[in-house]
């Protein structure tokens, strides 16, 4: 029996997630009123109609009756159900579907206005809270289950990426050669990332000034306030802290290129410094004499075999945990979030369809003469994955795998190439961040000309490369920014708290434009070297 590919194992997983996380999301979440009938506390499902009106849901089966321990606790001292909930609106009591149905929870948001003391309070509850509420276990179980098998797949790819990348960048740069032919390959690496980068600032440039995703009525605005991510303050506030440094922050780049200490770099992730310790490392091995040069090569080759070996069988476990990923993502997110937000997602989203179904065709047949749709299709694995993962570097030993079977390219090119892409080449997030930047211009109504918007083209495309190895590394880039081009303090948290609503989801396309970039890059450089026979293995 011929064996499924795995992409095409990947892509199931993808689908089935994406059924069962918002099917158990859309089970629970909504607007809802808190009630007492005979004697227990029941959520009530209500909607709105064109004219602003609430009314409970028809069916009277869809009332959820809270847990035990959630009715003992609400009975007792029913204020504490809203310490954490924000009304939305007003149930008139004459539209209860049952006479007994009463209002037990006060509501300080409305005493101010003139209305019916037993109307109810309209609250929107995310998924986990009516869980929660309800006492559905079977929930949390599920979430808990997928988080644990996307937590194993995700911890076992990023065992691998430290050798993984040091191995490969020394092999690779060991194969280069000589000073010319290393300084040749890195200037056009170079020059491809910056030119692809540019590309993806611009086009995302263009996208928020033809829809103007910011310019909504002052209704739209309160609301985009009110959801504004309260779950990540600490997160945010860490981004903010590390703005704070701002340009000196950022230029630290350099000094994250030579750490005082290599291990230390390992443990902490910075793999700016390894990078750059592993071109040293390959580059003298070429200089060594010719006896201990081949016993050098021969350990580090054997070695990068080992650990594709040790990868290989990892990534073969890719569908059960791109599940595990994307299931409670979606189970916890949601579509919901993107109701408020919704056309600065959709902008965001065109961007990165645009650069990555036009763009990047276009420089792969241009100076590439490659069919894009043979290198999406040697690449879907890697993709499906880097949207899962929403992680270029725990992408990468499954980029590398793609781009060398799958595409045909050398590894010494990949292996040179790729790494130095995981770190520098963002595509998608610089876009992302050319975005955000003037939608909360729009939104915040800061002036902001041509000139201002070159700046941060500019600005876009340094901070996705400068931030890498920082925590909340686009979060910190976009302060940096924002700051620069003169936004008033109190509106930057914010603004960012606002963005952060739809980070996830946005995060997850975004890396797999960013993986697409460096995958585009290997095929580009390794023709522009000479190289033939790309993609012959997907023809076989």
Same mark, same amino acid.
């Given at each position: 029996?011929?064996?499924?590919?795995?992409?095409?194992?990947?892509?199931?997983?993808?689908?089935?997630?994406?059924?069962?996380?918002?099917?158990?999301?859309?089970?629970?979440?909504?607007?809802?009123?808190?009630?007492?009938?005979?004697?227990?506390?029941?959520?009530?499902?209500?909607?709105?109609?064109?004219?602003?009106?609430?009314?409970?849901?028809?069916?009277?089966?869809?009332?959820?009756?809270?847990?035990?321990?959630?009715?003992?606790? /609400?009975?007792?001292?029913?204020?504490?159900?809203?310490?954490?909930?924000?009304?939305?609106?007003?149930?008139?009591?004459?539209?209860?579907?049952?006479?007994?149905?009463?209002?037990?929870?006060?509501?300080?948001?409305?005493?101010?206005?003139?209305?019916?003391?037993?109307?109810?309070?309209?609250?929107?509850?995310?998924?986990?809270?009516?869980?929660?509420?309800?006492?559905?276990?079977?929930?949390?179980?599920?979430?808990?289950?997928?988080?644990?098998?996307?937590?194993?797949?995700?911890?076992?790819?990023?065992?691998?990426?430290?050798?993984?990348?040091?191995?490969?960048?020394?092999?690779?740069?060991?194969?280069?050669?000589?000073?010319?032919?290393?300084?040749?390959?890195?200037?056009?690496?170079?020059?491809?990332?910056?030119?692809?980068?540019?590309?993806?600032?611009?086009?995302?440039?263009?996208?928020?000034?033809?829809?103007?995703?910011?310019?909504?009525?002052?209704?739209?605005?309160?609301?985009?306030?009110?959801?504004?991510?309260?779950?990540?303050?600490?997160?945010?506030?860490?981004?903010?802290?590390?703005?704070?440094?701002?340009?000196?922050?950022?230029?630290?780049?350099?000094?994250?290129?030579?750490?005082?200490?290599?291990?230390?770099?390992?443990?902490?992730?910075?793999?700016?410094?390894?990078?750059?310790?592993?071109?040293?490392?390959?580059?003298?091995?070429?200089?060594?004499?010719?006896?201990?040069?081949?016993?050098?090569?021969?350990?580090?080759?054997?070695?990068?075999?080992?650990?594709?070996?040790?990868?290989?069988?990892?990534?073969?476990?890719?569908?059960?945990?791109?599940?595990?990923?994307?299931?409670?993502?979606?189970?916890?997110?949601?579509?919901?979030?993107?109701?408020?937000?919704?056309?600065?997602?959709?902008?965001?989203?065109?961007?990165?369809?645009?650069?990555?179904?036009?763009?990047?065709?276009?420089?792969?047949?241009?100076?590439?003469?490659?069919?894009?749709?043979?290198?999406?299709?040697?690449?879907?694995?890697?993709?499906?994955?880097?949207?899962?993962?929403?992680?270029?570097?725990?992408?990468?030993?499954?980029?590398?795998?793609?781009?060398?079977?799958?595409?045909?390219?050398?590894?010494?090119?990949?292996?040179?190439?790729?790494?130095?892409?995981?770190?520098?080449?963002?595509?998608?997030?610089?876009?992302?961040?050319?975005?955000?930047?003037?939608?909360?211009?729009?939104?915040?109504?800061?002036?902001?000309?041509?000139?201002?918007?070159?700046?941060?083209?500019?600005?876009?495309?340094?901070?996705?490369?400068?931030?890498?190895?920082?925590?909340?590394?686009?979060?910190?880039?976009?302060?940096?920014?924002?700051?620069?081009?003169?936004?008033?303090?109190?509106?930057?948290?914010?603004?960012?708290?606002?963005?952060?609503?739809?980070?996830?989801?946005?995060?997850?396309?975004?890396?797999?434009?960013?993986?697409?970039?460096?995958?585009?890059?290997?095929?580009?450089?390794?023709?522009?070297?000479?190289?033939?026979?790309? /993609?012959?293995?997907?023809?076989?």
């Amino acid at each position: 029996m011929k064996k499924v590919p795995l992409h095409v194992q990947i892509l199931v997983a993808l689908v089935l997630a994406f059924f069962i996380g918002l099917a158990a999301n859309l089970n629970f979440s909504g607007d809802y009123v808190f009630a007492q009938k005979e004697n227990f506390f029941v959520l009530e499902p209500v909607e709105q109609d064109k004219n602003g009106n609430w009314s409970l849901s028809p069916d009277p089966n869809d009332s959820l009756t809270l847990s035990a321990e959630s009715q003992g606790k /609400y009975s007792t001292d029913p204020d504490s159900l809203i310490q954490e909930l924000k009304s939305i609106g007003y149930l008139s009591s004459t539209t209860t579907k049952d006479a007994n149905a009463t209002s037990t929870v006060p509501d300080p948001e409305f005493t101010d206005r003139e209305k019916n003391d037993s109307s109810l309070p309209v609250f929107t509850l995310s998924a986990p809270k009516v869980a929660d509420l309800t006492g559905a276990g079977w929930f949390e179980f599920l979430a808990a289950a997928c988080a644990f098998l996307g937590k194993l797949f995700l911890n076992g790819l990023k065992m691998v990426v430290i050798p993984l990348i040091m191995t490969s960048i020394i092999c690779g740069v060991a194969k280069i050669g000589g000073e010319r032919d290393f300084g040749r390959l890195g200037l056009k690496t170079m020059l491809f990332y910056g030119l692809t980068g540019m590309l993806a600032v611009c086009t995302g440039l263009i996208c928020v000034n033809f829809i103007e995703p910011g310019q909504v009525t002052e209704e739209l605005r309160g609301q985009m306030t009110d959801h504004q991510s309260a779950g990540h303050t600490d997160k945010i506030e860490g981004a903010l802290s590390q703005a704070d440094k701002g340009w000196a922050g950022i230029l630290e780049i350099f000094h994250r290129m030579v750490p005082a200490n290599l291990f230390k770099a390992a443990v902490e992730g910075q793999l700016l410094g390894l990078i750059f310790f592993s071109l040293l490392l390959g580059f003298f091995i070429t200089r060594l004499p010719e006896k201990a040069r081949s016993t050098q090569v021969g350990f580090w080759e054997s070695l990068n075999a080992l650990i594709l070996s040790i990868t290989n069988f990892i990534i073969s476990f890719a569908p059960y945990g791109v599940f595990g990923l994307v299931t409670p993502t979606l189970m916890k997110v949601g579509l919901g979030t993107l109701s408020v937000m919704g056309t600065f997602a959709l902008t965001v989203a065109l961007g990165l369809l645009i650069h990555s179904l036009i763009v990047l065709p276009l420089l792969l047949r241009l100076f590439g003469k490659i069919n894009f749709i043979d290198h999406y299709r040697a690449m879907a694995p890697a993709l499906l994955t880097a949207f899962s993962t929403a992680s270029s570097a725990a992408t990468l030993p499954l980029t590398m795998k793609c781009v060398t079977n799958r595409a045909g390219v050398s590894k010494k090119i990949g292996s040179f190439t790729l790494p130095l892409g995981a770190t520098m080449n963002m595509d998608g997030t610089a876009l992302f961040e050319c975005v955000v930047v003037v939608f909360l211009a729009q939104l915040f109504g800061v002036e902001m000309g041509w000139v201002t918007q070159t700046t941060v083209v500019l600005m876009a495309l340094v901070t996705s490369i400068g931030v890498a190895g920082i925590p909340s590394a686009s979060l910190v880039a976009i302060i940096v920014i924002l700051q620069a081009v003169g936004f008033p303090e109190e509106s930057i948290a914010i603004g960012v708290g606002i963005v952060y609503v739809v980070d996830r989801i946005l995060d997850m396309a975004r890396t797999a434009v960013n993986v697409l970039g460096d995958s585009c890059a290997a095929a580009i450089i390794g023709k522009s070297e000479g190289e033939k026979g790309y /993609y012959s293995s997907l023809r076989s």
